[in-house]
């Protein structure tokens, strides 16, 4: 197991295998040294130094233009033996560079990551406008420089007009002669059009302009002087106590609850990505860097591998991904937080991707006998490698190990989605899922009616389309419209003639994913069964069945197992099956337009 100090390795770095060196012997570079092979910003041209911003120690699919990435299907459980092969192709691409690395496993559409980023471009010269102001010089007086990454740096500033006249501010500068690809340029211009859109939560870097001029584009943003939470986490000697690691994770939670819900993933959460407001001990924390982010809408995949390897979640590698991607970061910081090591550790890249789909974390040696079992119980429902069983941001707050009845809970996008598939379900379907909510345990009920309280019901204690799109509006942002968040709610539209109340409201934001993925299961499902057995349970074909489930005639077979002989209901067996559905790989695939 590594400790937190071992050197950090890029999942998108500027090595594909980085030089991985003994944890006791090598120290995580600080922000002022930024090592070679940690995650450039997204591109070549996005990247500006590993912390932009004042260290207290001495001196993310990645969608291309044209959003055609296509997936790729493997044959086998897990990647091929190097999944660094794939980022190396990534980077050979984003850099410009003509040729991919030995070794690098051919992609689609011609080996192009992102399809169509690169090609043309040596026939016309790529549009490097981005319709940012040309005043910077008559705006900010440039200061000293602080950071500096493979391709670009950061520098103090002081704004000399508008509103923050007078103020230090952080200037991201990323040079033009580094965007060699079309991708480099439309990296750039995202990362500025997140920052815009989302800046204005406690805990998120402030956005205050973006400049250009012929050689560079200019990103100014709050100056966040109190270094990196890495930097504090060596500076306790790699541990926080409980109740000071909760303090850190619920400010991460909030933050990636709010983006998640804008429709934002920011596919880099890493304690070099969080930085304190100040230097006091008790200063706010700000999520910076969204180079590697990307806006997506509810129920789409992203598909290529990106990130920083000791926090990349398995199902990126597995390239069908979303928010839940986000989660498992939050799990791995968590971790280092409580003990001071990474969850998921080996010498090379590919040793690291190995852990991570198949390692489980270890919470026998020191010092997890003296931690108590909420805190291991949170961590295991975030590094939980199916990303269905995961816990959402909102969730994750509510849970015991965090639970604070004085904070208030954020509304949680995975309640729409579930409602939306609940209103689509047959009757059948409802059965069994009304069954299951009467089996809850008190801990699934407080998050059900919190969420439940956020759409304000009725007086008549229920809820309708116009609740679901207020608590929405009340929490948009730009980043919304641009993620198609608020389509979500023409899938809803079925609450325009009817309402619904609690208990129906429970049945419909339930997952069996994440109740399967509690130590209470099986106590659960009993208990839910006995209930579908009294109400819900009827007399079914096989055929039915397969259909209920939208299975073709050559798989007819899976469900036969399903049904009891003696009566033809549905067996306990069948009816977890039931609830889980049958899922076949490649169906919900996002395929880039």
Known sequence: MGQCY???????????????????????????????????????????????????????????????????????????????????????????????????IPEEDGGRIGGGGGGGEGDRPLDKTFGYGKNFGDKYELGKEIGRGHFGHTCLARAKKGEITGQLVAVKIISKAKMT??????????????????????????????????????????????????????????????????VIVVQILSVVAFCHLQGVVHRDLKPENFLFSTRSENSHMKVIDFGLSDFIRPDER???????AYYVAPEVLHRSYSTEADIWSVGVITYILLCGSRPFWARTESGIFRAVLRADPNFDDSPWPAISSEAKDFLRRLLNKDYRKRMTAAQALI???????????????????????????TPFKRAALKALSKALTEDELIYVRSQFNLLEPHKDGCVSLENFRMAL???????????????????LQPLSYRRMNFDEFCAATISPFQLEALEGWEQIASTAFEYFEQ??????????LAQEMKLAPAAYSIVRDWIRPTDGKLSFLGYTKFLHGVTMRGSNTRHRR
Not at 202 to 217: G, P, S, T
Not at 403 to 422: F, N
Not at 475 to 482: D, H, I, Q, R
């Open 302 to 308: 992203l598909n290529d591998i990106v990130g920083s």
């Open 6 to 104: 071992a050197k950090n390795v890029s999942v998108a770095g500027d090595d594909a295998v980085a030089d991985i060196h003994d944890p006791a012997q090598s120290p995580l570079p600080s922000a002022a040294t930024p090592a070679k092979g940690t995650t450039p910003s997204r591109s070549s041209s996005a990247a500006a130094a590993a912390s932009p911003w004042l260290s207290s120690l001495p001196a993310d699919v990645a969608p291309s233009p044209a959003r055609s990435t296509p997936r790729r299907f493997f044959r086998r459980p897990f990647p091929p033996p190097s999944p660094a092969k794939h980022i190396k192709a990534v980077l050979a691409r984003r850099q410009g560079q003509p040729k991919p690395s030995e070794g690098t």
């Open 473 to 491: 509006t009340k929490n948009a942002t730009p980043a919304m419209k641009e993620a198609r968040v608020l389509d979500i709610l023409s899938a």
């Open 535 to 544: 109400e819900g349970n009827r007399v079914i074909t096989i055929e039915e």
């Open 399 to 425: 849970h015991p190990w965090l639970r604070d009845e004085q904070r208030q809970v954020p509304v949680d996008m995975l309640v729409y989605k579930l409602v939306k598939a609940y209103l689509r379900a």
């Open 181 to 246: 690809t079309a991708i480099s340029v439309e990296d750039v211009r995202r990362e500025v059009k997140i920052l815009k859109a989302l800046s204005g939560h406690a805990n998120l870097v402030k956005f205050y302009d973006a400049c250009e001029d012929a050689f560079n584009v200019y990103v100014i943003m709050e100056l966040c002087e109190g270094g990196e939470l890495l930097d504090r986490i060596l500076s306790r000697g790699g541990r926080y106590t409980e109740e000071d690691a909760k």
